[in-house]
């Protein structure tokens, strides 16, 4: 049996979210839509999906809340998400990534095959994330190093977050890897 990718768009702009979900539809995507947050919330909680696509400025819940509301339930909080911008500001780019969205696009910017390929890349992507053990063999060497908090702690800006290691599998390469230190 094949298994049927999941997809949750959620947007205000009734134009923008029918634009992706018609054509997440149009390739087999099981989609289902919310009008902001608390709509994208409810669904979640009913069908975890396999990518999530959000505006940001909606009404009731932004695309901000929503991620940190998945960001601290562990069954949601692996979900890539994807930003869809109308405005393609700087400062929300810099927030989405620092809250760990795959993707800022911007809409005007973005075709509907434009954001297939995307959701396609990111459900093949091999990328994984790994807890920093401040008792391990090397920790405090790494920390030292890298000039990271012994307990590997996130700095101040980025309060209650943990360092970790991000790696990413290159192509067609079974044991080597890209690797980025990050929060969580």
Not at 16 to 27: I, K, N, P
Not at 133 to 147: L, M, V
Request: charged share 30%; proline share 4%; aromatic share 8%.
């Amino acid at each position: 049996m094949e298994s049927v990718t999941k997809i949750i768009v959620v947007d205000d702009d009734v134009n923008t979210r029918s634009l992706y979900a018609d054509a997440f539809r149009a390739v087999n995507f099981n989609v289902r839509e919310g009008q902001d947050g608390l709509d994208g919330l409810k669904m979640v909680n009913e069908d975890i999906p396999n990518v999530i696509v959000t505006g940001i400025i909606m009404p009731r819940m932004d695309g901000f809340a929503f991620v940190e509301e998945l960001k601290k339930n562990i069954a949601t909080a692996h979900i890539p998400v994807i930003f869809i911008s109308h405005l393609g500001r700087e400062e929300d780019e810099k927030r989405a990534k620092e809250l760990g969205v795959k993707a800022f696009l911007v809409r005007d910017m973005t075709s509907p095959r434009d954001m297939i390929e995307r959701v396609n890349n990111l459900l093949t992507s091999k990328e994984y994330i790994l807890a920093l053990d401040p008792f391990g063999f090397d920790a405090s060497k790494f920390a030292d190093d890298f000039k990271l908090n012994p307990d590997f702690v996130c700095p101040e800006e980025k309060a209650g977050g943990r360092v970790v290691l991000k790696l990413r599998k290159r192509d067609g390469d079974n044991k080597h890897f890209d690797a980025e230190i990050t929060c969580a």
